[in-house]
């Protein structure tokens, strides 16, 4: 059986990154609940059309419709072949309660645990360019100096939305690292990206070799 992980971390402490990494080299697929939420939006079906409706409504989308698009991704059978990286999901302890009263167990939940203060000084240095979508950070990913000019502050980028998001992210933290105590793999995020993706590397191998998984898999890059 391949790896099913969740992946869980505040805004801005790394976890896209992270999910590229664990994707090319243990070959995961990837299921974010958003990107699943917008193609079906986008493919207009009678999920995205519902979708669509609430949404325009000002309200948010019930946890049973997005437990429901994640359940069929993780009876797919790409995610049995391959293993699953949940990215962000499930964020609340219902909609994990809910995922283990279906059956689905993970191998392993890794937390990325990132100071505050520099939490907030990645979010204030953001910016997105409107023409291409890419998002840079003036201190870790600066922008070509032919698109500096036309770049943007995205509106959820302010001091006092990180820090409500910051407070929500905390309660469900605690919630959701008592559920999965067992399986919790908390990886210290301050550092450069190298050394904190050399740890999760490290510590998947273990997983695997315990697992007796992928006898002859070897980590490249290490």
Known sequence: MPLNVILFGPP??????????LIRDFGLHH???????????????AVGRQCAAIIAEGNLIPDSIVIDLVCKVLESPVVKERGALLDGFPRTLQ????????????????????????????????????VTGKVYNLLSNPPPPEVVDRLQIRS????AKHNRRMEIYYE???????FYRNIILEV??????KYVYYEIKRN????????NKYKNFQISNL
Not at 172 to 178: E, G, R, T, W
Not at 188 to 193: A, E, K, L, R, V
């Open 12 to 21: 801005g402490s790394g976890k896209g990154t992270v999910s590229e990494k």
């Open 172 to 178: 469900q933290k605690n919630a959701l690292v008592s």
């Open 31 to 45: 299921i974010s609940a958003g990107d699943l939420l917008r193609a079906e939006v986008e493919r207009h079906t």
């Open 95 to 130: 909609q994990a309660q809910e995922i283990h009263r279906r059956g689905y167990i993970f191998d392993v939940m890794v937390v990325l645990d990132v100071d505050g203060e520099k939490l907030l000084r990645r979010c204030l240095s953001r910016r997105l360019d409107p």
């Open 188 to 193: 210290d995020g301050n550092p450069p990206m």
């Open 156 to 159: 959820d980028d302010t001091r």
């Open 204 to 211: 998947f191998l273990e997983l695997i070799r315990a697992k």
